[in-house]
């Protein structure tokens, strides 16, 4: 959280439940549409908004590899293996089929829309800021609480553990060397940070308490964000377009 | 060749930032050693490196004729046996019998020594009556034992204490004054980083002063605290007693009650 | 018997699972202003009376709870844990378990508790400054809470609790993992909150410090209460040494100095009480 800082443009300023609403829209659209080059077109267009964010190559970057790699995988796969006549080339005793590529392709660019909506989501937005909007729309402030500390914690942990891997080596555990070796480490790595933090969580709890966590009264927010006019307009425009969308794509179904 | 040797040692993190600079010092088998520095003197860092936790970015640390680039703290650690700060960092079983029974049992003694170690590590640390216990359901002073008791029972030649005199009480502290004692009664070198200094005065011969990431010397208790240039440069404040002694013009080292009766006494 | 702030009437804890208690009979009452020591060896109960007096117990940690609580003569039952927040703060041993992690950099940390109060914008924050200032964290303001070093740390817990102000303030073993100069830092803060007139029950080991500041002390012993009084009552009994009660060196010299025959005054605890009575001695030995 907050590494990264965000450029400030028209879109990164816009309320989160704004950009949420686009996001929404786009994973609509995505999943909805079964032609190739409507695929692409809908990942060229969310580019084109990664861009206009300013963001485009940490957008990139983060889709890669979060989605990249599994896409990959299973273009490989598929274009292989997917029962297929229309033979592209062979490799061994392994043939390529063009409905083997063509159907991994789909998988993949599914996978790159819907993961590319999502993603770009939250490399225009901190997690910061989209809970509080969620709060602030009604979500529970322990549900915020759990999504904001866990997010916290992550990094914290991982310290922790390589902490704990170096506790463990110094009691003749070898963490160094190949991957079996350090499968074997893991399991005593494991448990002292899981149980650590089981006994951190009591006190934590009781940290909250005193400072009147469960109390049942309206709440400052310190750091807020409010929704501006265009923040309206645009969500009721995306709203307007998706049932648009639909309808559209209801009577489009309905005569052809 | 002396048990422990660091040749003009350094130790730098990847970052760039420097903790340890240039220390050069010998331990010899059966010595029992303090370092004390304020945080940041490189105390933590220095230790780690008998060990192998870290391997210096230049100079070269031998434990045992070994030179530590050379091996992992895997292996390394059938020499010496460290003693995380924090017990939280190392327990991992759910009985402190099974966690004393690891370190051994990782070093492949047979069952019998197993046991064995297991038993006099116990009553070393004081942990026989918590054996069948799980370490997490005892306070974290009892739990700091149970990791000192699972480090002796690997029955390393070197063994080092970081802080174990944080957070105990009157009956902690003499179990660890008891425990050091018998160590040295083994023949066992032992290293205890420790900031509490009325702790030093009365169980160390040999001390080690730490400061801005430098080993400035190697003392004697009373040669430390009557050397005020020494203190303050390490940070450090002379024991009461002393201090009390200097204010009513007695001599200047006297480090016990026993002493301080005894020079009152000669003068009034 | 004097009612006060907050008052205990045989109080008997035993936390679950466990064969016995962990606070026996306990009765005392606490006065407002007041800064109570609590010593005792490990396991004697002293968090456990904590956690009792901060209502942790029974609401939090179930087991069987008897005996009275009381908090301004109202039995504190009535108030909930988080009800209590601006009367009762609470800081513990481990610092990093007092980071909320609800919050990414240190001031907003500090404004969390009165966020939850409901405190206006334009008062949270100079409410928080003011805090920062007195705790010596300004400089931190914009740091995660979590990398803080665990001294930093737990003057960013004094300064959370401040930020609500409490009128009492209980303190369990605050410095027992930090090295001299942080826990010096935390002394500070805690001699300027007696200043400031604050209630306060302290569980600490360093028992110069207490032998300074407090004002009264409570021995526990196995969840018993053996003995409570004015810090100069109780820390000049050398009696309690056999007990495994870590007592002031003061207390431990004028004992060897009159084994050795000196007449030395009784109920000194302080260096410089000691150092007083013994050149009062040197005085008379040279006219």
């Given amino acids: 959280m907050g590494e990264i800082t965000l450029p400030k443009n028209r879109i990164t300023t816009l309320y989160p439940l704004t950009k949420c609403a686009f996001s929404l829209l786009i994973v609509l659209v995505a999943i909805t549409t079964f032609n190739i080059y409507g695929k692409l077109a809908i990942l060229a267009a969310i580019n084109l908004l990664a861009a206009l964010s300013g963001v485009w190559q940490l957008f990139n970057q983060r889709l890669f590899k979060s989605v990249g790699i599994l896409i990959v995988l299973i273009t490989l796969l598929q274009t292989f293996f997917y029962p297929g006549h229309d033979v592209l080339f062979a490799l061994g005793r392994f043939t390529a089929t063009r409905e083997g590529l063509t159907f991994a392709l789909k998988l993949g660019l599914n996978l790159a829309n819907i993961g590319g909506a999502i993603i770009w989501l939250f490399t225009v937005t901190t997690e910061k800021d989209f809970v509080l909007a969620l709060e602030k729309q009604g979500m529970s402030a322990k549900a915020s609480y759990v999504v904001l500390s866990t997010l916290q914690m992550v990094p914290v942990l991982k310290k922790q553990s390589q902490l704990i891997m170096k506790a463990q080596s110094a009691r003749g555990v070898e963490t160094e060397g190949n991957v079996f070796v350090r499968a074997k480490a893991f399991v005593p790595t494991l448990i002292p940070l899981v149980l650590s933090s089981i006994q951190g969580t009591e006190e934590r709890a009781l940290t909250l308490e005193a400072r009147g966590f469960s109390l049942d009264r309206p709440k400052t927010y310190y750091y807020d964000i409010h929704p501006e006019p265009r923040d309206k307009m645009l969500v009721t425009a995306t709203g307007i377009l998706a049932v648009a969308y639909v309808i559209g794509k209801v009577v489009y179904w309905l005569w052809v | ?268 | 018997m004097v009612m006060g702030l907050i008052d205990l009437k045989n109080v008997t804890y035993t936390y679950p699972l466990a064969d016995e208690p962990s606070i026996k009979d306990f009765t005392y009452s606490f006065e407002q202003g007041k800064f109570y020591a609590i010593l005792g060896a490990n396991e004697s109960g002293k968090t456990t009376l904590c956690n009792i007096i901060r209502g942790f117990i029974p609401d939090f940690f179930q087991g069987e709870l008897t005996g009275e609580v009381l908090f301004n003569q109202e039995p504190l039952s009535h108030y909930t844990l988080s009800e209590l927040a601006p009367y009762m703060g609470y800081v513990f041993q481990n610092p990093f378990n007092q980071i909320t992690g609800a919050r990414d950099n240190v001031f907003e940390e500090i404004a969390y508790g009165l966020e939850n109060l409901g405190v206006a914008k334009g008062d949270i924050e100079k409410q928080v400054k003011d805090i920062m200032e007195m705790t010596n964290i300004m400089s931190l303001a914009d740091k995660n809470p979590f990398e803080l070093s665990g001294g930093q740390q737990q003057r960013v817990a004094f300064a959370s609790i401040l930020a609500l102000s409490p009128d009492i303030f209980i303190i369990d073993e605050p410095t027992s993992q930090l090295d001299p100069q942080e826990s010096e830092r935390i002394f500070d803060i805690i001699h300027q909150l007696k200043n400031a007139g604050k209630t306060i029950i302290l569980v600490e080991h360093k028992i110069e410090l207490i032998s300074e500041y407090a004002d009264e002390v409570l021995v526990l012993e196995e969840g018993r209460l053996i003995c409570s009084g004015k810090k100069h009552d109780v820390l000049s009994d050398i009696s309690l040494k056999e007990r495994q009660i870590d007592l002031p060196e003061t207390t431990l010299l004028a004992d060897a100095l009159r084994k050795a025959g000196y007449n030395i005054p009784e109920k000194l605890i302080t260096k410089e009480e000691m150092k007083a009575a013994l050149m009062a001695h040197i005085k008379g030995v040279s006219q």
């Fill in chain 2, 1 to 268: 060749m002396s048990l422990i040797e660091f040749n003009d040692v350094s130790f730098s993190y990847p970052n760039g930032f420097l903790a340890v600079d240039q220390v050069s010092f010998t331990i010899e088998s059966g010595e029992n050693v303090a370092i004390v520095g304020q945080n940041g003197a490189g105390k933590t860092t220095t230790v780690k490196m008998i060990n192998g936790l870290i391997k210096p970015t230049s100079g070269k640390v031998y434990v045992n004729g070994k030179d530590t680039a050379d091996y992992t703290t895997a292996t390394l650690s059938r020499e010496a046996g460290y003693v995380f700060q924090n017990p939280d960092d190392q327990i991992f079983h759910n009985t402190v019998r099974k966690e004393i029974e690891y370190g051994p049992r990782m070093l492949g003694f047979d069952e019998e020594k197993v046991q064995d170690l297991t038993q006099q590590a116990a009553h070393l640390a004081r942990v026989e009556d918590y054996l069948e216990e799980n370490p997490y359901n005892l306070p974290l002073s009892v739990r700091k034992f149970v990791t000192i008791a699972s480090v002796l029972a690997m029955d390393t030649e070197i063994l080092i204490f970081d802080e174990p005199t944080a957070g105990q009480d009157v009956a902690g502290l003499e179990t660890l004054q008891h425990l050091l004692q018998q160590l040295q009664a083994m023949g066992k070198t032992a290293i205890t980083i420790t900031h509490d200094m009325d702790f030093v005065k009365t169980n160390f011969k040999k001390i080690f002063v730490m400061a801005n990431k430098k080993l400035l010397r190697q003392v004697s208790p009373k040669a430390l605290f009557q050397d005020r240039q020494l203190l303050e440069q390490a940070m450090l404040t002379q024991p009461f007693i002393m201090q009390l002694a200097e204010e009513i013009g007695l001599e200047d080292d006297i480090l016990t009650i026993e002493d301080f009766v005894h020079a009152f006494s000669k003068n009034y």
